[in-house]
């Protein structure tokens, strides 16, 4: 039902009566109305009272105008933002977080939010310096240092910091071999790839700071997938090999070093032993030479018993014969006589005792005595081999 249509409501906001659709009154027109009111307020008929009051109705409006426009003014900037003042379209001033105040219709304010890290990714399939295609996929992460910069340097900052990824990416990848970018090689492609974006982004100093660069995937086609795969395989089993090798050599060439060390201490321990006693030995012979001269037979007969002495105390028995024919066989049990040694020098007088009754037997027979001992020149014979009687 319209509102000018016989029994609806009158309620036309516009007050078009008759049927005349006007549509809303000239805006002028209305203040003039307000204004005729405000100034017939108490009944009134005369000029001088209607005036009185047109002018009190006149300063409540223009002080609640005030106080709205005032109010109008009064804006928040936030923590972690900074606020662009605009004066009349124009840069003038930024303003830090809080309760501020800006004139209404001639200020106007765009915050800035310059501590939150931004992300912006670009991918795509790209070929390689070495003829292969690659699908690569990397992120940005980023933090606006500069809020007029932001606002003003391009028209659109994220754009242009998109464009300018995806312009770094293909540009590293394009200059760098297939195994580089999907292997071993992915850590120094980040670096390029974050030095090549600020190098883009310098000309046009948009205001932003790179925190970190992310390779988040590098692969090869779906076609050959399988293919890589495997190769990737091999790669990682040749590291793994090569890194045990080295823990081996790092775990053997310490115990070899030690050998080797010990090898030359015995050496030298060897070497000085064995010039120790060679130049004992000659010290001692050069001691028996000057008796040996002035007594040959005495210093040759003590040497011989010196000798079979020590020759006679690593066995226990001793077989002698009386010769080629005779058929009596002197034993003597050097183990009795061997455990008296403790006695001290009894035992070895009575050896020398025996030894020189041997030898004068042996000088008195005409056929001559034989003593057999394999490491002897005497004629001595050891039968300790054989097991005792």
Do not use: C
Not at 7 to 30: E, I, Y
Not at 73 to 80: K, L, M, Q, S, V
Not at 273 to 280: C, D, N, P, T
Not at 291 to 306: G, N, S
Request: charged share 25%; hydrophobic share 35%; net charge negative.
């Amino acid at each position: 039902m319209a509102w000018n249509e016989p029994g609806g409501k009158n309620n036309d906001p516009w007050k078009n009566r008759g049927g005349r659709d006007q549509g809303p009154p000239d805006l002028d027109d209305v203040f003039k109305n307000l204004f005729g009111k405000l100034g017939k307020v108490g009944g009134g008929d005369g000029n001088g009272s209607g005036k009185k009051l047109g002018g009190v109705g006149a300063a409540l409006i223009s002080a609640l105008l005030i106080v709205v426009y005032v109010v109008s003014g009064f804006y928040t900037i936030r923590e972690a933002e900074l606020g662009v003042v605009l004066r009349f379209g124009q840069y003038h001033s930024q303003v830090e977080p809080g309760l501020r105040w800006k004139p209404t219709f001639i200020d106007s304010v765009i915050p800035v939010d310059v501590q939150s890290i931004r992300y912006e990714s670009s991918s795509g399939s790209m070929l390689t310096e070495d003829e292969n295609v690659v699908s690569v996929q990397m992120e940005v992460q980023y933090r606006v240092v500069d809020p007029y910069r932001w606002t003003f340097a391009v028209t659109n900052p994220e754009m242009s910091l998109s464009q300018a990824l995806d312009s770094a990416i293909r540009y590293v990848v394009g200059h760098s071999a297939m195994d580089d970018v999907l292997t071993d090689g992915r850590e120094v492609t980040r670096q390029r790839v974050w030095e090549e974006l600020e190098a883009i982004l310098a000309p046009y100093n948009v205001g932003v700071a790179i925190i970190d660069m992310n390779f988040k995937d590098a692969r090869p086609p779906e076609e050959v997938k399988d293919a890589f795969d495997d190769a990737i395989s091999a790669q990682e089993d040749e590291q793994r090999f090569i890194r045990e090798a080295e823990a081996y050599a790092r775990e053997i060439e310490p115990r070899a070093r030690g050998q080797v060390n010990r090898m030359n201490e015995e050496a030298q321990a060897y070497k000085e032993r064995v010039i120790l006693e060679a130049q004992g030995e000659v010290a001692r012979f050069s001691e028996l030479l000057p008796q040996f001269e002035k007594a040959p037979e005495v210093t040759r007969q003590r040497i011989y018993l010196e000798t079979m002495e020590q020759v006679f105390s690593n066995t226990s028995k001793i077989m002698v014969d009386s010769g080629e024919g005779g058929n009596n066989i002197m034993y003597l049990p050097l183990d009795k006589i061997m455990e008296g040694q403790n006695s001290g020098s009894a035992t070895i007088n009575r050896m020398r005792n025996t030894l020189e009754g041997l030898q004068n037997v042996n000088s008195a027979s005409n056929s001559g005595s034989r003593v057999t001992q394999p490491t002897t020149s005497s004629g001595l014979r050891s039968d300790s081999g054989r097991g005792g009687r």
